[in-house]
């Protein structure tokens, strides 16, 4: 039987060394994806260490953190108290989610039911309004805008205000998402959040005519343990 893994094991704390060991090991920047965990651990009161990893070459693509995740995305976490008792590390925002809600049981629905409705809005963001959003962003608000051509703009325009639709249809009769507040709904709102604030694009989107959507946005940023998630780590 080969020893148990310590956390000294993984190469990323050789460059992000972990302060306290005993806790979850966030490595992370405050983007819409990367507020998702840290929002989460607050939520469900789990305590973490957060570590800035920026979106430079140096930090992503480093052999550190391409050990933990290869895909030089962040989030990605360390988890000194893995299911078998040993640590383990994982990346894939919606994957961790899961992975918190299911070692806390919170914020997953307390029933079967509840927990397939949770994962599918939580699908919905990762394979939708993540995506989608994101592509508006290049296309309106960084190097994408620079492009003459105004299909892709005009696409990605189009494709966000019909996801927007289809969650203003959804929250008419009801504060979240999947009915109570869950992992969907941490995984949605910081999407939502870009279009007001990093991309500008309120007008361009006409983001406030979905009053059910913007309804939604603002109870989530009421939570206090959103205000404190949706900065960490700080970006200065």
Known sequence: MSDPKKLSDFPITRRWPAKNPDVIQLYSFPTPNGVKVSIALEEMGLP???????LSDADVKSEEFLSLNPNNKIPAIIDPSGPDGDPIGLFESGAILLYLSDKTGKFIGATERDRAKIIQWLMFQMGGVGPMFGQLG???????AEIEDPRPRERYIGETKRLLNVLNGE???QDWIAGDYSIADMAIAPWLRTIVG???ATDLVD???????????KRFMDRPAV???INIPPRD
């Open 48 to 54: 973490y260490e957060a570590h800035k990893v920026t």
């Open 138 to 144: 290049f296309f309106v608000k960084f190097k994408g």
């Open 207 to 217: 983001f406030n005519s979905y009053g059910n959507v913007a309804d939604y946005l």
């Open 198 to 200: 990093i991309y500008e």
């Open 227 to 229: 205000q404190k998630g």
């Open 171 to 173: 929250l008419a009769d």
